[in-house]
């Protein structure tokens, strides 16, 4: 008989799929910076108007790894984890995709 909660079922699965979108659209920006038109990127400069404004989407990633890391440590058994790293990922994604759609247009 599995004692397994419907809250543990339900983090467990929107965990792996939030982890799944997020390498997913991170591959898919890795893969085009060594496509051909990786040389239309030599021209984009991102400017951040300070050192903060760079701070915050670097320490949303390194969260992101730490909960990444200790989620599949414990096997997604911790729902606190999975609920933990299903936010993370989702900012991130949010975070992510906001950035690509900065970038596009100038290409």
Same mark, same amino acid.
Do not use: C
């Given at each position: 008989?599995?004692?397994?909660?419907?809250? @543990?079922?339900?983090?467990?699965?929107?965990?792996? +799929?939030?982890?799944? #979108?997020?390498f997913?659209? &991170?591959? %898919?920006?890795?893969?085009?910076?060594?496509?051909?038109?990786?040389?239309?990127?030599?021209n984009?400069s991102?400017?951040?108007? @300070?050192?903060w404004?760079?701070?915050?989407?670097? +320490?949303?990633?390194? #969260?992101?790894?730490?909960? &990444?890391? %200790?989620?599949?440590?414990?096997?997604?058994?911790?729902?606190?984890?999975?609920?933990?790293?299903?936010?993370?990922?989702?900012?991130?994604?949010?975070?992510?995709?906001?950035l690509?759609?900065?970038?596009?247009?100038?290409?």
């Amino acid at each position: 008989m599995n004692n397994s909660s419907k809250n @543990h079922t339900t983090s467990k699965i929107i965990a792996k +799929t939030i982890q799944r #979108i997020v390498f997913i659209v &991170m591959i %898919l920006g890795v893969a085009f910076s060594f496509s051909k038109d990786a040389k239309l990127l030599d021209n984009i400069s991102v400017y951040f108007p @300070h050192k903060w404004a760079i701070f915050a989407p670097i +320490t949303l990633f390194l #969260i992101f790894l730490t909960l &990444m890391f %200790l989620m599949m440590k414990e096997k997604y058994m911790r729902i606190d984890y999975n609920w933990l790293f299903s936010l993370a990922g989702g900012f991130l994604l949010i975070y992510i995709i906001l950035l690509y759609a900065r970038i596009y247009p100038v290409l």
